[in-house]
């Protein structure tokens, strides 16, 4: 008898081992912590090429601890079939074969047949998937959506709403800012009428050209957008006359504090991926994500610290801390060494005192590309305060700056490459405004 409950006490020790290792024992006031997570993903639900649950555990087998699955003006709820011919051909590949193999003929549900061409292929919807998926404190599925559409003078704009608890209609405005504006005035009376956290930001500003530093800087009302966004050809890097996404967000956020009063933008980095078979390099997933720092892996506690401003976007370079001493008003970073690469930091700000006039890039018109504010008197919008190399860099505030943000870039290559941008990086948020 005693041997017995030696044996069985040893047993539940094991177990509670084993559960405290898989991460689904939850400490009482846990530190924070930072969590990885990508909250820009496509899947067969609207133009992305994979089964949801089978993105999902790309993601969880690569190390991330959240997933947000926006498809184009849909929620992946309620009743869908697609043709397994339509999805092999978008895929490139056997894609349903993979799929069955994977999860099992009791999962993938199936009706028709191979032979005549008529075998279709059942969407599992948000729930379902979710729960095959999901593991407490350590791999969490947000519901989201990503609004698309255009204004009224016909320029393209994406915005996610994120941690949704019901499917939205895109609204579509006169203009970019009225657009803007009309769609966070709906998600805003969603998260009232749900009760949920929600959060918006806009898609790849670049994208077509559609979205200005001007427009971003206007509609105060919107805190976060996509300073880099994983997708090849979406423009991040801007050209010749257009200004790059970083520019972007350095104009807005001047014009956002010194015009308009407001708190700057929050950059967010994401993939964006549509592509999840390994044959295209377009939008696989893997290019970009957020790192956000929370006591708590819930939808609540992630989109609260990123309203906060307690994360960084990335390509690849981690950052161990990044803080900022309001006392002081000095931002320390403290980044991860990897072996063989080094690291640069610009810390990045506008001094007051920056002219607020900007000139036509080009032949553009002021309504199809950012400003140009570059001169030649006075100081510079998106001026490089200090340069730092190593892995421990800080800025003290001299006292003239409406903001101050920081850019690590690394020598290493990410291992996703994108053609748009080389070299790992990682973008902190404004402080100090």
Do not use: C
């Not at 191979?114 to 292929?121: H, K, P």
């Not at 895109?170 to 929600?198: C, F, H, P």
């Not at 002219?355 to 570059?374: F, H, I, N």
Request: aromatic share 8%; proline share 4%.
């Amino acid at each position: 008898m005693i041997r017995a409950r030696l044996v069985l006490a040893s047993s539940f020790a094991a177990l509670l081992a084993l559960v405290a290792v898989s991460g689904a024992q939850i400490a009482p006031d846990p530190q924070a912590r930072w969590w990885r997570g990508n909250l820009h993903t496509h899947t067969l639900w609207s133009d992305g090429d994979g089964f949801p649950e089978m993105v999902a555990e790309w993601y969880r087998e690569h190390g991330y601890h959240f997933l947000a699955l926006s498809d184009h003006n849909t929620l992946s709820q309620g009743e869908r079939w697609m043709a397994a011919k339509a999805i092999d051909a978008r895929a490139g590949v056997d894609a349903v074969a993979r799929y069955r193999k994977r999860f099992g003929e009791s999962w993938a549900r199936t009706r028709g047949s191979n032979g005549d061409g008529s075998l279709e292929v059942r969407l599992k919807p948000f729930d379902e998937y979710r729960a095959l998926v999901e593991e407490p404190n350590r791999f969490l599925m947000i519901q989201s959506e990503e609004l698309t559409g255009a204004s009224g003078d016909g320029r393209a704009l994406h915005m996610n709403a994120t941690n949704l608890g019901e499917q939205l209609l895109y609204q579509a405005g006169a203009t970019i800012r009225d657009t803007m504006v009309r769609n966070l005035q709906v998600v805003e009376e969603s998260a009232k009428r749900t009760g949920r956290e929600v959060m918006v930001h806009v898609n790849h500003p670049n994208y077509k050209w559609g979205v200005t530093a001007e427009d971003l800087a206007a509609v105060t009302g919107e805190r976060f957008f996509e300073v880099w966004n994983g997708v090849d050809g979406d423009n991040d890097p801007g050209d010749a006359s257009h200004a790059g996404v970083d520019e972007i967000w350095d104009i807005a956020n001047t014009l956002r504090i010194a015009r308009y009063g407001a708190a700057p933008l929050y950059g967010l980095a994401t993939d964006d991926s549509h592509n999840h078979h390994g044959n295209k390099q377009h939008s696989p997933p893997g290019r970009a994500w957020i790192m956000v720092r929370s006591r708590h892996l819930t939808p609540e506690s992630i989109v609260r610290a990123i309203r906060a401003g307690d994360f960084y976007a990335t390509t690849g370079v981690a950052l161990e801390d990044a803080a900022f001493d309001k006392q002081s008003r000095t931002l320390r970073l403290r980044i991860e060494a990897r072996a063989g690469e080094t690291y640069v930091t610009r810390f990045i700000g506008t001094r007051r005192g920056a002219s607020l006039k900007g000139k036509l890039r080009g032949a553009e018109t002021a309504l199809e590309t950012t400003l140009d504010y570059r001169n030649a008197a006075g100081p510079a919008i998106g001026e490089v305060l200090a340069e730092v190399a190593g892995t421990a860099p800080s800025y003290t505030m001299k006292g003239d700056e409406l903001y101050l943000r920081a850019v690590v870039a690394s020598s290493g290559r990410p291992e996703v490459p994108s053609a748009e941008f080389p070299y790992k990086r990682a973008w902190t948020q404004p402080v100090g405004w």
